[in-house]
Nanobody
Framework: QVQLVESGGGLVQAGGSLRISCEAS????????MGWFRQAPGKEREFVAT????????GYADSVKGRFTISRDNAKNTVYLQMNSLKPEDTAVYYC????????????????WGQGTQVTVSS
């Protein structure tokens, strides 16, 4: 188990950019692959992006490919999500999560979750 805390959410205009962060504590961060998920009001939680333990391999949902970039800094125990060309439909609570499963894109494989950070994109 690892404790995760997201930060950096806020309000941004459509077309703008935002970087959110997730800091880990309690366990060795480099032991885990990491993922970002999001949940909009009235919708199910959906996969956004994942990154392997070293940061050398990433995966993205089709809806964010080319716009979002996941990265990590193991020395800082932190994973990031850089969000560019934001759209109103990106508005959601964004959650980070940790897993020991390689290439996990479903929430079933993630055992540790942060509290979420709100991202709101205005028209």
């Amino acid at each position: 188990q690892v404790q995760l805390v997201e930060s950096g959410g806020g309000l941004v205009q459509a077309g703008g950019s935002l970087r959110i962060s997730c800091e880990a504590s309690g366990r060795s961060f480099s032991n885990y692959a990491m993922g970002w998920f999001r949940q909009a009001p009235g919708k199910e939680r959906e996969f956004v992006a994942t990154i392997n333990r070293s940061g050398g391999s990433t995966g993205y949902a089709d809806s964010v490919k080319g716009r979002f970039t996941i990265s990590r800094d193991n020395a800082k125990n932190t994973v990031y999500l850089q969000m560019n060309s934001l759209k109103p439909e990106d508005t959601a609570v964004y959650y980070c999560a940790a897993t020991l499963k390689v290439g996990a894109t479903t929430s079933t494989w993630y055992h540790s979750w942060g509290q979420g950070t709100q991202v709101t994109v205005s028209s």
